[in-house]
Nanobody, 120 residues
Framework: QVQLVESGGGVVQAGGSLRLSCAASGRTFSTYDMAWFRQAPGKDREFVAVFWRTGFTSYRDSVKGRFTISRDNGKNTVYLQMNTLKPDDTAVYYC??????????????WGQGTQVTVSS
């Protein structure tokens, strides 16, 4: 079992920046795909960014050029640097991990979420 703990959320003004962190337990972190999702009030959870275990990254169109996902396998930590934040970025942000060995259709592990609020 893997535990994920997000941190770094908060309240910022539009145009500001935040860096989210996700600390994972276990010794096989480098074998996981790591991703960030978010969910705004009354909205479905949506994909934000992913750092595949193969080293590739991908982002949803609305955050390209503003958000950057990175990972430090030595620290079992994934980051999401968020710049030029907009009110539409307001959501609870979740860290997720996929273990390819489980052959599941969805991400296997989820953090508890961290709130990001962007004021206008």
């Amino acid at each position: 079992q893997v535990q994920l703990v997000e941190s770094g959320g908060g309240v910022v003004q539009a145009g500001g920046s935040l860096r989210l962190s996700c600390a994972a337990s276990g010794r096989t972190f480098s074998t996981y795909d790591m991703a960030w999702f978010r969910q705004a009030p009354g909205k479905d959870r949506e994909f934000v960014a992913v750092f595949w275990r193969t080293g590739f990254t991908s982002y949803r169109d609305s955050v390209k050029g503003r958000f950057t996902i990175s990972r430090d396998n030595g620290k079992n930590t994934v980051y999401l640097q968020m710049n030029t934040l907009k009110p539409d970025d307001t959501a609870v942000y979740y860290c997720a991990a996929n273990d390819p060995k489980l052959a599941s259709r969805e991400y296997d592990y989820w953090g508890q979420g961290t709130q990001v609020t962007v004021s206008s």
